[in-house]
C-alpha cells in the first residue's frame, strides 16, 4: 500500500499518469455544464420572486460551493505533504490557491450582480454569505502572499501549509461568526428537510452545473498540477530526457 | 567504547544546491570530529542539520539506537551548541542569560561562579552581553557549554575572536572533555591539535 | 512528546521572565503600541465629528478595531530578536519541547501588549461616552479577545519571521483569522450597549480562546522550526 502510494506520487509517473486522465475531467464537465447552461437559461422557469435574475445562480452556487472546496483541498493536501513528506501533495495545495482565489472572486462578483437588482446595491454587508466569501478571498490572499515571500520552495511548502490548515480550522468558525453577525438573506433553499425546496425543473441545470464545474475543476487542478511539478523538477533527469526525447 | 552518535547516508540541499551526498559517520565516546573545508562547503549547514535545525533531503541520525527525530528532547537534552552567533541577549547581563539557559536545562547552576571564574569573566558577571567584547561573548558561550554539562559539543569555529590564552582555553577545555568520556564536533578552518583520535571529514 | 511536566514549566516560565525583563529594560517596546492604540481611537472622532450620539454608537467598534491593530503592530517583534541575536537557535536545541517555549512568548506577549490594552480601554473608553456598565463589559471581550490575538498572531510571527516584507505579510495572514474575534468582541459590546443579551458572545470568545490554545503553541511551534531552516 504504501509502495502504492509513494509510485503514485513520484514525480514522472504522476505526470504521465494526470495527462492521460485530464480528459476523463474535460469531457463529462464540458458536457454537463452545456446543458446546465442551456437548461438553466432556456429551460428552467422564471422564478416568479426574482424573475430572469435568479439565473445567475447557475455560476454563482458552483463557484462559491468549489471556492470552499479548494480551500479544503489545498488544506488537506498542505497536510498530507507535511505529515508525510510527499512533495507532490505540496504541489497540488500550491496548484490549487489561485482556483479557489479565482472562484472565490467568481462567486463575490456573480454574487454582487445578483445582488443589485435583489437589494439595490451591488454589495449588502447584511449577506453573510458574501461576507464570508470575502474572508474566504483574504485567506486566499494571505496564503499565496506568504507563498510569494518565500524563495525557498522547500521552505514556501511547509509555512504555507502550517497556515492552510490553521485557515481549514478557522474557515467553519468564521461562517459561524459571521452567520451570527447579520442574518439578512434568504435561507439555504438547496438542501432542507424533506427535499429541495426547488422546482425540478430549475434544479436539475443546478445540480449539472456544480457537477460540471467540479470536473472542469479538476481538470484545470490535474494541469496545474502537471506545471507545477514540471518547474519543480526541472533540474532532474527525467524533466531533461523527456524534454530531449520530443526532439523540439 | 559505545558508539553513542552515528549518521547513515546522509544527503543535505541548502536550496537547490546540493551540499554532500551519502556521508556517514560514527562517533564514539571520546571522540572528536573535525569538519573541514572551506567555506561555503557546508560545515555550518551540517552542524544545524546535525542538531535538528535543517533536515536531511535522505538519512538519519541516530543517538544510541534511537533515531535523533522520533525522540528531539532526549537527544537535545545530550547536546549542546557552540554556534556562530553567540545567541545572548544584549541587554541582558550575563549572569541573566546564563540563568535562562540554566532554566531551559534544569540544571542546578551549583558550579556557577567556579566556571566564570575558570574562563576568566567572574568580574564581568553584571555587565550586560552589549558591553562585552567578541571575545568575552564566546567566553560566555563556553561558559554555557561547561554549565551544561551535556555529553555532545557541537562547536562552529569556535575559535574565532578569541586570543591566544582563549584559543588554547578552547584546547584544553575540549581535551578535558574527551578525556571525561563526552565527545565534540567541531568545525574549523584552521588545524587543531586535540587529543589523539580525531576522525575527520573533510567536505568539498 | 515525551518532556516532563516541571520542565516544560520551568522552560515556559524562564521564557516569560526573561523577555519581561527584556521589556523592563526597553518599556518602549510596549508603551508604543499603546499610544498606537489611544492615536488610532482618536482618529475616527477627528475623522467622524463630535456629534455625541455617533460617537456613543461607534464607540465600540472603534475600540475594538484600533486594539486589533494596536495587537498587530506589536506581534511582529515577537520572534524578531531572538532570531536576529541567535537565541532562537539555542531555544530550538534546548531540551524543553517547543510548543511550551511557544507558549511562554505567546503569553509573554500578552502580558506586555493585549493586557496594558485592556487596562488603558477604560480611559479610551469615556471620550466615546461609553457608560460604566458598557466599558465592564468593553473590558471582558478585550480580555477573552487579546487572549486569542495573541495566541494567533504567535502563528503569524513565527510564520513570518526573517522575512523581507514581514509586517505587512503579518497583516495579510492574520487579520481574516482575528474576523471571529472582532465579530464576536466588538458586536457583543455594541448589543450591551444597546441593552440586548450578551451571553452568547461572551461564551464564544472563551470558547475560541480555548481553542486556539489547543492548537496555537503546536503550530507556533512547527512555524518556528521552519523559519529558522
Not at chain 2, 568545525?187 to 568539498?204: P, R, T, W
Request: net charge neutral.
Amino acid at each position: 500500500m504504501w509502495k502504492f502510494i509513494h509510485k503514485l506520487a513520484s514525480p514522472p509517473h504522476f505526470y504521465g499518469l494526470a495527462a492521460s486522465m485530464i480528459p476523463w475531467f474535460v469531457v463529462p464537465g464540458l458536457f454537463l455544464v452545456a446543458y446546465g447552461a442551456y437548461a438553466g437559461l432556456f429551460v428552467a422557469p422564471m422564478d416568479y420572486q426574482q424573475g430572469d435574475a435568479f439565473r445567475i445562480i447557475y455560476v454563482h452556487v458552483p463557484s462559491a460551493y468549489l471556492s470552499m472546496m479548494t480551500y479544503m483541498i489545498m488544506a488537506t493536501s498542505a497536510g498530507i505533504g507535511l505529515i508525510w513528506r510527499i512533495k507532490l501533495a505540496h504541489a497540488v495545495a500550491a496548484a490549487a490557491a489561485p482556483i479557489g482565489a479565482w472562484f472565490t472572486f467568481l462567486a463575490l462578483a456573480t454574487g454582487s450582480i445578483w445582488g443589485k437588482p435583489m437589494w439595490g446595491t451591488w454589495w449588502e454587508w447584511g449577506d453573510p454569505r458574501l461576507t464570508s466569501e470575502l474572508i474566504m478571498l483574504f485567506l486566499y490572499f494571505g496564503y499565496m502572499a506568504l507563498r510569494g515571500a518565500i524563495d525557498d520552495t522547500a521552505k514556501a511548502d511547509k509555512s504555507s501549509a502550517v497556515l492552510a490548515l490553521v485557515g481549514a480550522v478557522n474557515v467553519p468558525i468564521i461562517h459561524f461568526s459571521v452567520e451570527w453577525w447579520s442574518s439578512l438573506h434568504q435561507g439555504p433553499t438547496l438542501v432542507r428537510k424533506g427535499g429541495p425546496a426547488m422546482d425540478t425543473a430549475m434544479l436539475y441545470p443546478l445540480l449539472a452545473m456544480i457537477l460540471g464545474f467540479t470536473f472542469l475543476f479538476g481538470a484545470l487542478l490535474l494541469r496545474r498540477v502537471r506545471a507545477e511539478v514540471l518547474y519543480r523538477e526541472r533540474r532532474t533527469r527525467w524533466v531533461r530526457e523527456m524534454i530531449l526525447s520530443k526532439g523540439t | 567504547m559505545t558508539t553513542k552518535l552515528s549518521a547513515n547516508d546522509l544527503t543535505l540541499f541548502r536550496g537547490e544546491r546540493c551540499l554532500f551526498r551519502h556521508l556517514s559517520f560514527a562517533l564514539n565516546q571520546g571522540e572528536l570530529l573535525l569538519l573541514e573545508g572551506r567555506n561555503g562547503t557546508g560545515k555550518t549547514s551540517l552542524m544545524r542539520a546535525i542538531a535538528g535545525l535543517i533536515s536531511f533531503e535522505a538519512g538519519e541520525i541516530f543517538w544510541g539506537d534511537v533515531p535523533v527525530l522520533s525522540d528531539r528532547q532526549a537527544f537535545h537534552g545530550a547536546l549542546v551548541w557552540m554556534a556562530h552567533r553567540v545567541g545572548f541577549k544584549a541587554d541582558l547581563t550575563l549572569v541573566e542569560n546564563l540563568r535562562f539557559e540554566a532554566n531551559l536545562r534544569s540544571q542546578s547552576g551549583a558550579d556557577f561562579d567556579e566556571v566564570l571564574h575558570r574562563l576568566d569573566i567572574d568580574r564581568l558577571k553584571r555587565l550586560p552581553i552589549r558591553s562585552l567584547s567578541a571575545g568575552q561573548q564566546r567566553r560566555v558561550a563556553l561558559a554555557r557549554m561547561l554549565l551544561s554539562g551535556a555529553p555532545l559539543w557541537l562547536m562552529d569555529e569556535p575559535f574565532t575572536n578569541l586570543d591566544r590564552e582563549g584559543r588554547e582555553l578552547v584546547v584544553k577545555l575540549t581535551s578535558e572533555h574527551l578525556d571525561m568520556g563526552g565527545m565534540c564536533i567541531m568545525a574549523a578552518h584552521q588545524d587543531v591539535e586535540i587529543g589523539s583520535n580525531a576522525q575527520k571529514i573533510v567536505l568539498q | 512528546m515525551t518532556g516532563d511536566a516541571p520542565a516544560m514549566l520551568a522552560g515556559m516560565l524562564g521564557v516569560i521572565r526573561r523577555d519581561l525583563l527584556l521589556a523592563w529594560k526597553r518599556p518602549g517596546d510596549i508603551l508604543n503600541p499603546l499610544f498606537f492604540f489611544v492615536m488610532v481611537a482618536a482618529l475616527f472622532p477627528l475623522a467622524v465629528g463630535p456629534s455625541p450620539e455617533q460617537l456613543e454608537f461607534s464607540g465600540p467598534a472603534v475600540l475594538w478595531v484600533a486594539a486589533l491593530l494596536a495587537m498587530l503592530l506589536s506581534l511582529n517583534s515577537l520572534f524578531l530578536s531572538d532570531f536576529e541575536d541567535g537565541s532562537l537557535d539555542q531555544m530550538l536545541v534546548s531540551p524543553v519541547p517547543l510548543p511550551a517555549l511557544a507558549l511562554g512568548k505567546s503569553i509573554m506577549h500578552w502580558l506586555t501588549s493585549g493586557l496594558p490594552l485592556v487596562l488603558i480601554s477604560p480611559v479610551v473608553a469615556i471620550t466615546f461616552r461609553m457608560p460604566a456598565s458598557v466599558t465592564g463589559f468593553l473590558m471582558i471581550t478585550l480580555l477573552l479577545g487579546t487572549i486569542s490575538l495573541s495566541l494567533l498572531g504567535s502563528i503569524g510571527a513565527a510564520l513570518t519571521v526573517g522575512l523581507h516584507r514581514g509586517t505587512a505579510l503579518l497583516s495579510l495572514l492574520i487579520l481574516p483569522l482575528a474576523m471571529p474575534v472582532l465579530i464576536f468582541g466588538a458586536r457583543t459590546v455594541s448589543l450591551v450597549a444597546a441593552g440586548d443579551g450578551v451571553a452568547g458572545g461572551l461564551y464564544f470568545l472563551g470558547a475560541y480562546a480555548v481553542l486556539v490554545l489547543s492548537f496555537a503553541p503546536f503550530a507556533t511551534a512547527a512555524a518556528l522550526r521552519i523559519s529558522n531552516e
